[in-house]
């Protein structure tokens, strides 16, 4: 027998239609590239989503076609990702740190058939366009009194003068739940970068569960800021979690220095705030410098890499704001863990509540987790047994987009490429990372990619690339190199090498000279064995 209760689409639309009727005066305030400050509402959002909506009806753009962003974090890209979605396209937010070669590999790869980008990022597309081979529209977040006139790019047009004449009503399609709204590509895995493809039902069960007390405890009384950029992983879901209860939007745009960050708490009485921890270094570090303290500030979510408990308990003893500690992944639209403490941890004291507190914390619901040994058993959850952690939900991906890399599950579970320790009250501990990658600062660096890069150098024999402990951006690439015999290799020659190759931010910051890179049985190079000889190198940067 079926229930009887009616079947509603759980579609991203709705959440602009709420936060529009019942949040109308909600305010949304962007710091813009331009440098001003700019302020508007949930209604306005709205109104303006429908116009993007109408603008790519017009474009006679087809359900499910990708448009493409480079942009900050703003009202502009806040709209993109109503309308986009609402429409029954794809928001494809590209990352704009990614080398020029990088971009113009995804965007094809993705078919983008429109791009809409940040006035800064004008050099970036001026290098990228003529090869981008789908992309059939290029439009300037910016009004067309700032539209350059000679940028090159064909029929380059500005966001305002596209979307500003349209009709400000539309009737949202409804369509399958299940169908594509956005999409997010990840070099967190090896081989090429994978796009994690998420669904109007994944992300609407996402920003539900985000909002929950327990997780992101999100309401109509809070004002946001997220500072993780809306192009890793829809911000981690907190601009669709801030429209579902109504909560105040404070945008960063380009300017994430401590200053700008803390000016923008302070001046917005922002209650919560999300980013990396380096993010928060540089904020703490302006802090301190000038004896400053927060007057609105609650509580600020952290995650990407392992939040250092010392920056917890700065956060918690010296200014009074709760750390949520938070663990997730591209492949799970983020959320998976977020440290909350239960009621039996209230009344231990200070050290205690610190040892839990450093942890990446519980499950939260709609995500189910466990952990394996090399033979596939499981493990217990006693805190102290640590082996690869699995995941499994209705928003973790089950495939890459296109099938990239075939299918990833491990009899129905995701494999996060993550090592850890769960305890028997539930809470996950990241110990390790069985992936062969580099997180600097947030943001993923390949290492396959570096030793590609060094191993064409006509002296290099064999090179390995591995993180390094780095004090500001979490870890650094080294790459530790066999020459051929007889060759001649300084440093500075192999890091000139790399230069234009890939990202600046993505060159190691050292060059070790070894006489053999340990191997397994296979020949596969043996990193964990090279760090272990390794451990007492310092890196030159840190
Ligand atoms: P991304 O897909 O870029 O969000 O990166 C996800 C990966 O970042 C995870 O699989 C972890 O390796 C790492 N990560 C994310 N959050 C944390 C955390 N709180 N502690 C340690 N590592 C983390």
Redesign the pocket.
Known sequence: MLGLMQSQQLLISSLIDFAERHHGEGEIVSRRVEGDIHRCSYKDIARRSRQVANALDGMQLAFGDRVATLAWNGYRHLELYFGVSGSGRVLHTLNPRLHPDQIVWIANHSEDQVLCFDMSFLPIVKAVHARCTTIKHFIALCDATNLPADSGIPGLQSYEAWMGNQAAQYAWPEFDENSASSMCY?S?TTGNPKAALYSHRSTILHAWAGAMPDALNMSARDSVLPVVPMF??NAWGLPYSAAMTGAKMVFPGPAMDGKSIFDLIESEKVTFAAGVPTVWQMMLGHMQQGGLRFSTLKRTVI?????PPAMISAFNDDYGVEVL???????MS?LGTVCTLKNKHLSLDASQKMAVRIK?GRGIYGVDMKIIDEKGEELPWDGKAYGDLLVKGPWVIREYFKGEGGSPLVKGWFP???VATIDADGYLQ?TD?SKDVI?SGGE?ISSIDVENIAMAHPAVAMAACIGMKHPKWDERPVVVVVKKPGADLAREELLAFFEGKTAKWQIPDDVIFIDAIPLGATGKMQKVKLRETLKDYHLPTA
């Open positions: 990840t967190g890793h992983v995650g990407g890499s392992a939040c500690h938070a663990w997730g992944m591209t492949e983020p990446q996060t490429g993550d990241i990372r997180k993923w």
